[in-house]
C-alpha cells in the first residue's frame, strides 16, 4: 500500500502550525496592526527552496502586531516555533513579546544576520490566566520575514494525464484539454449564474468555453464507472458535505490506476484559523447518514466562527482540514473505500496543501 509521502519542517513539530502571515497581509486582516511597513516581496531562495517573503519597513523601527493571539491554534497546543525566519543585513534585532494590554507577559531579544534565524515562543506559567493577550514583533530596523516555503502544483497537473475530470474549476480551469489529456468540467453554476455573480467579470465567466462543461453536483458525476483516469480538485473538498461519500463516489469513475488530485486549504493558515478542525468520526457520521448537502449545523458553525449573520443561501466551508487531521482520513480512504494508497504534501503555514489518492 502506498502511504504518504510529506515534507516535514526542518526540526519542527509539524502538528502545531500559528498562520500563513503572508496571506494575513495580502487580504488586510483586522487582526494585523502594522506600525511602519510590511510589505510582501514574493519570494526568495533559501535552503534550496522557495520561501514566500514578507519586507519589514525601509529603516527605523517597526512594528507588527497580531492581536488576539491567545484565540490562536499556536496558543491553543502551547506552540514554540512559529514557523518563521527573519533576516536583516544591518544588525536589526527582533524583540518577540506576548502583551495583555499593557503588560508584557514575555519577551525575547533575537539579534538578525544575514542568514534567516527562527523566531520561537516561551510559554510562561499562568499565561493561561491572561483574559487577552497580542504577539508583538518590534524590529529595530528594516528586515525580512520568511513565513513558509512555497507549495509547487505543477507535478499535479503532470499527473493529470489521459481522460480526466476538473471539479469545481469555474470559469477558470486549471487542467486544460492537449495531446495527453482530455479534459471534462463540472460545475455547479451554469454559465449564466457565473456571470450574475460575476459583474465585473473578474473571473472570465463571459471569456470560458463552456461547451466542455457539464451542471451538476461532485457528488452525481455523469460519466461512465471506471472511466476516468484522473479527478482534479482545486478548494472544493472543504465546500462537500459527506466527503467520505465523494471519495467513494470518485473511486466509482476511476479507472484501476487512477487517482484524485487534490488541494485543499489549510484551516490553520487561511481564514478558517479560528475554526475547529473536523474529525474523522464527524466524517463517518455523515458517510453513515449518506448526507450530501450542507445541514443547519454547517451553516450555524461557519456563520459563528466567522462572526457573520446566519445564511443559508452562500456556499461555505463545510469542513475544515490540517496537516493533523488529513493523514487519518486518506489512511480511512486507503483502508475502507477502496483506494490503494495515498501521498499528503504539505508545508509548513502555507495556505494550502495537496492529496493523492490511488485508484
Not at 534585532?93 to 495583555?100: D, F, G, N, Q
Not at 486549471?174 to 455573480?197: H, K, P
Not at 478558517?272 to 454547517?298: C, F
Amino acid at each position: 500500500m502506498r502511504r504518504s509521502s510529506t515534507r516535514p519542517t526542518r526540526g519542527t513539530d509539524i502538528t502545531g502550525s500559528p498562520m500563513n502571515l503572508f496571506d494575513l497581509i495580502t487580504r488586510k486582516d483586522p487582526r494585523v496592526e502594522v506600525r511602519g511597513t510590511a510589505s510582501l516581496s514574493g519570494k526568495t531562495k533559501w535552503l534550496g527552496d522557495a520561501w514566500s517573503v514578507v519586507d519589514i519597513g525601509d529603516k527605523g523601527s517597526q512594528q507588527l502586531k497580531i492581536k488576539r493571539f491567545h484565540e490562536t491554534h499556536a496558543f491553543k497546543t502551547r506552540d514554540r516555533d512559529l514557523g518563521w525566519y527573519a533576516s536583516a543585513q544591518n544588525g536589526a534585532v527582533v524583540k518577540v513579546r506576548l502583551v495583555s494590554g499593557e503588560k508584557k507577559l514575555w519577551e525575547a531579544a533575537v539579534q538578525l544576520a544575514e542568514s534567516p534565524r527562527p523566531l520561537h515562543l516561551h510559554w510562561p506559567v499562568g499565561i493561561g490566566l491572561a483574559d487577552q493577550f497580542d504577539l508583538v514583533l518590534d524590529f529595530s530596523d528594516s528586515a525580512q520575514l520568511l513565513v513558509h516555503r512555497r507549495l509547487n502544483r505543477s507535478f499535479l497537473y503532470d499527473l493529470a494525464k489521459g481522460r480526466g475530470l476538473e471539479i469545481g474549476p469555474g470559469p477558470r480551469p486549471q487542467i486544460v484539454n492537449s495531446e495527453r489529456t482530455s479534459v471534462l468540467y463540472l460545475e455547479e453554476l451554469t454559465q449564466e449564474e457565473w456571470a450574475a455573480t460575476d459583474g465585473k467579470n473578474k473571473y472570465g465567466a463571459n471569456q470560458a468555453d463552456w461547451s466542455q462543461y457539464v451542471i451538476g453536483p461532485a457528488s452525481s458525476i455523469p460519466v461512465d464507472d471506471a472511466s476516468l483516469d484522473f479527478i482534479f480538485s482545486s478548494h472544493v473538498f472543504e465546500h462537500l458535505a459527506n466527503p467520505l461519500g465523494h471519495l467513494v463516489h470518485w473511486r466509482s469513475k476511476l479507472k484501476a490506476g487512477g487517482v484524485v488530485l487534490a488541494v485543499v486549504p489549510d484551516m490553520l493558515s487561511c481564514k478558517d484559523y479560528m475554526a475547529r478542525a473536523s474529525t474523522l468520526d464527524e466524517l463517518v457520521g455523515e458517510l453513515k447518514q449518506g448526507i450530501w448537502t450542507p445541514q443547519a449545523h454547517h451553516y450555524q458553525r461557519f456563520s459563528e466562527y466567522r462572526g457573520q449573520r446566519l445564511r443559508t443561501d452562500r456556499s461555505i466551508h463545510v469542513h475544515f482540514y490540517t496537516s493533523s487531521n488529513m493523514p487519518s482520513i486518506l489512511e480511512h480512504a486507503t483502508r475502507h473505500l477502496g483506494y490503494r494508497g495515498y501521498e499528503f504534501v504539505h508545508e509548513r503555514n502555507h495556505k494550502d496543501f495537496h492529496f493523492l489518492l490511488y485508484a
